[in-house]
């Protein structure tokens, strides 16, 4: 009913930006809370940052906070996430997940839409 596609990952060094992008389609009715997590190799999941339908509300990482910026245009279905002064512990594979309610938290099992994923890696 809603899918997810994630793009823009690729192998950078530290202190250089990208900007993930996460395309969505279907039922996009559907779509309202909007998240992404990224798993390091060994890792849980963990939640980076999510934004609700208007861009009103969003809610960041504390590992993250000031350096990645979440955002979405919802007349072109998509929502991206622009990380800047990147770290080598940003290494990861980025998912962008959607929630069928507006209301935006950071707990995985409450996104039931999840993107295949893209992956990040930074080196020193």
């Known amino acids: 009913q809603v899918q997810l596609v994630e793009s823009g990952g690729g192998l950078v060094q530290a202190g250089d930006s990208l900007r993930l992008s996460c395309a969505v389609s279907g039922r996009t009715v559907l779509w309202n809370g909007m998240a992404w997590f990224r798993q390091a190799p060994g890792k849980e999941r963990e939640f980076v940052a999510a934004?609700?339908?208007?861009?009103?509300?969003?809610l960041y990482a504390d590992s993250v906070k000031g350096r990645f910026t979440i955002s979405r245009d919802n007349a072109k279905n998509t929502a991206y996430l622009q990380m800047n002064s990147l770290k080598p512990e940003d290494t990861a594979v980025y998912y962008c997940?959607?929630?069928?309610?507006?209301?935006?938290?950071?707990?995985?099992?409450?996104?039931?839409?999840w993107g295949q994923g893209t992956q990040v890696t930074v080196s020193s």
């Open positions: 997940a959607v929630r069928r309610t507006n209301t935006i938290v950071r707990v995985a099992h409450e996104y039931g839409v």
């Open positions: 934004i609700n339908w208007s861009g009103s509300n969003t």
